[in-house]
């Protein structure tokens, strides 16, 4: 695979040094296009040594050989890191004063900018203008990461790992490959976990981190679905193509898959609900007594939060849309195993497809790889996924609800 890999003017170009050698070391061809500013910072006998080849830095440089298309043209993939305030701009506005973003102009292939700059520079209306913009045009901007940046500032707009944009260009390129048998498809999925406030300061949650979520509606995107992805509280980059709608109670959450779930052609209930919440809520900060003896902790009332899978399907009524999809996070007990429980659970829901997986401490959440279960009402044996990448596990998820969709439905009880 040939890649160009554009270094752009930002103190945090020495990291893309690693990714360089990432590329080649996975048997890629990587052409390194720096900027002048770049070369400040990194020089070009330094790129030339870890690509192992020429370093293209100017339009007239090499001119019988056309740089500013041919680099373009031929590339499998053209990825900016870091990229700058300054580029983003540019290439949102369609400028060629350089060989970097003549490059830029004239790739037909994936396109992957990872962010570098100070965080007032990362939250100006301009540069959330121009991310917006290149989004629409299908460039793969990442989310910067947050940390510390030049001097002592700290914040959004650190550039992220060079692993983590490495991975990060393996998706895009695999995603391009993707079937498009989700097209015109109407999609909503549900990632993250609640959490039900005790009082200003403290909440009722769990472990779920919204990765498996987040692959699913990453993958439905990348299949040429409409996505809409109702986030609870999750800290991860919003897929690319992707609305998001943040919430962070389980009321939240219900009230919004209620909404996006009219019209929609499918919906995924992959988000982790409280089963309970506070049944009232502490204006003040619920504070231990220091009196003598009074050292017990006060007790919490909790009420049960709504059944929003369960909803979703009584709302349906007798109609076959959407294809509803839920999870079961199981952790087994002496009522029976993970597979049982889940049997249970999807006879009681009475959803089309339910994903059940254990989950624990160090399992499944927060995790890059999951194993799950995927059972449907009119299949008895269970179809195992996994141990395996969270997109792997998505892509199986969405193989099932290709073949609901085209599947006649069956009356139900």
Known sequence: MRVVLGVTGGIAAYKACSLVRDFTEAGHEVTVVPTRAALHFVGEATWAALSGRPVATEVFQNVHEVPHVR???????????????DLLARAAHGLADDLL??????????????????TEMWLHPATTAN???????????????????????????RLPEPGQIFAECLRVLESTGAPQDLAG?????????????????????????GKQGYAVARVAAA???????????????????????????ALELQQAMTEAAAGADVVVMAAAVADFRPAVYQDAKIKKSHEPGAEQAPVVELVRNPDILAGLVRDRGEGDRPVIVGFAAETGDATGDVLSLARA????????LLVANEVGRSL???????????????????????????EVVAAALWDEVVNLLATPPTPRP
Do not use: I, W, Y
Request: with cysteine; aromatic share 2%; proline share 8%.
């Open 71 to 85: 680099l373009g043209q031929e590339a499998d993939l053209v990825v900016v890191a870091p990229a700058t305030a």
């Open 101 to 118: 973003s003549n490059t830029l102009l004239t790739a037909r292939c994936p396109v992957v900018l990872a962010p570098a700059m100070h």
């Open 131 to 157: 991310v917006a913009t290149l989004r629409e045009r299908g460039v793969h901007v990442m989310e910067p990461a947050s940390g510390r940046l030049t001097g002592t500032d700290t914040g959004p707009g």
């Open 185 to 209: 498809r109407s999609v909503v999925v549900s990632a993250g976990g609640t959490r039900e406030p005790l009082d200003p300061v403290r909440f009722l949650g769990n472990r779920s981190s």
């Open 223 to 249: 299949r040429g679905a409409v996505v809409r992805l109702v986030s609870a509280n999750a800290d991860l980059p919003a897929p690319d193509g992707v609305q998001v709608t943040p919430v962070e109670t």
């Open 345 to 352: 659970k999807l006879a009681r829901k009475g959803c089309d």
């Open 364 to 390: 499944a959440f927060g995790q890059d790889e999951n194993t799950v279960h995927l059972l449907r009402p009119d299949r008895e044996e269970a179809r195992t996924v996994g141990p395996a990448d969270k």
